[in-house]
């Protein structure tokens, strides 16, 4: 359970986070370089990436929730003050994302984008509540001492991980298609 918690939280931070900068990075190169690259097929993939996320992070909530039901606060916070906002976060990251399985609306990249951000909404919030608390210190001593540059720093490295993997999975993209355009000539585009 530990082994699979420790996965899930990698692919969270290095990949799950980085989705709604990598998507708006593709949109915005297929805006600019029109039909240039594979944009598609990289949307495409990160279709499937969110739906096979959340089909495994709901098991192991599920499992979890069955197997050590106190590790897992669910009780507490499904029935507490905050109710509403918790049930709507578990909707949001555990049945939203698997809208993208019908056809029509998986082909759509803003749908896709919108579905990122709401599978972490939660998180994105924390985020922003953090940032703004830090921000609005007005009675600390010298609160401006280095917040601004790493909220910065913090905001740059978010979009530029999403354009690192943007242009990754591009390439990869790319370098398949030649791949198989070279042992195929006939099958060229």
Same mark, same amino acid.
Not at 36 to 51: E, H, N, Y
Not at 98 to 119: E, Q
Not at 124 to 137: A, G, K, M, N
């Given at each position: 359970?530990?082994?699979a =918690?420790?996965? &899930?939280?990698?692919l969270?931070?290095?990949?799950?986070?980085?989705? &709604?900068?990598?998507?708006?990075?593709?949109?915005?190169?297929?805006r600019?370089?029109?039909?240039r690259?594979r944009?598609k097929?990289?949307?495409? &993939?990160?279709?499937?990436?969110v739906?096979? +996320?959340?089909?495994? *992070?709901?098991?192991?909530?599920? =499992?979890?929730m069955?197997v050590?039901?106190d590790?897992?606060?669910f009780?507490?916070?499904?029935?507490?003050?905050?109710?509403?906002?918790?049930?709507?976060?578990?909707?949001c =990251?555990?049945?939203?994302p &698997?809208?993208?399985?019908h056809?029509? !609306?998986?082909?759509?990249?803003f749908y896709? !984008?919108?579905?990122? /951000?709401?599978m972490?909404?939660?998180? +994105?919030?924390e985020?922003?509540?953090?940032?703004?608390?830090?921000?609005?210190r007005?009675?600390?001593?010298?609160? /401006?001492?280095?917040?601004?540059?790493?909220?910065a !720093?913090v905001?740059? *490295?978010?979009?530029?991980?999403?354009?690192?993997?943007a242009?990754?999975?591009? =390439?990869?993209?790319?370098?398949?298609?030649?791949?198989?355009?070279?042992?195929?000539?006939?099958l060229?585009?």
């Amino acid at each position: 359970m530990e082994t699979a =918690a420790a996965i &899930l939280d990698f692919l969270d931070v290095h990949v799950i986070f980085s989705l &709604l900068p990598l998507l708006v990075w593709l949109l915005l190169i297929e805006r600019i370089f029109k039909n240039r690259f594979r944009t598609k097929q990289v949307i495409a &993939l990160v279709r499937w990436m969110v739906i096979g +996320y959340t089909v495994v *992070s709901t098991l192991f909530f599920i =499992a979890g929730m069955i197997v050590s039901p106190d590790e897992f606060a669910f009780t507490h916070r499904a029935t507490g003050r905050y109710a509403f906002a918790y049930w709507l976060m578990l909707i949001c =990251a555990t049945a939203f994302p &698997l809208t993208l399985l019908h056809r029509k !609306l998986g082909r759509k990249p803003f749908y896709i !984008l919108l579905v990122v /951000f709401l599978m972490k909404i939660g998180f +994105y919030f924390e985020r922003f509540v953090i940032i703004t608390t830090s921000l609005h210190r007005d009675y600390a001593p010298g609160y /401006f001492d280095g917040e601004i540059p790493f909220i910065a !720093l913090v905001i740059v *490295s978010f979009l530029l991980r999403g354009f690192v993997l943007a242009v990754v999975l591009l =390439a990869i993209f790319e370098l398949l298609a030649r791949m198989k355009s070279a042992r195929h000539p006939e099958l060229k585009n």
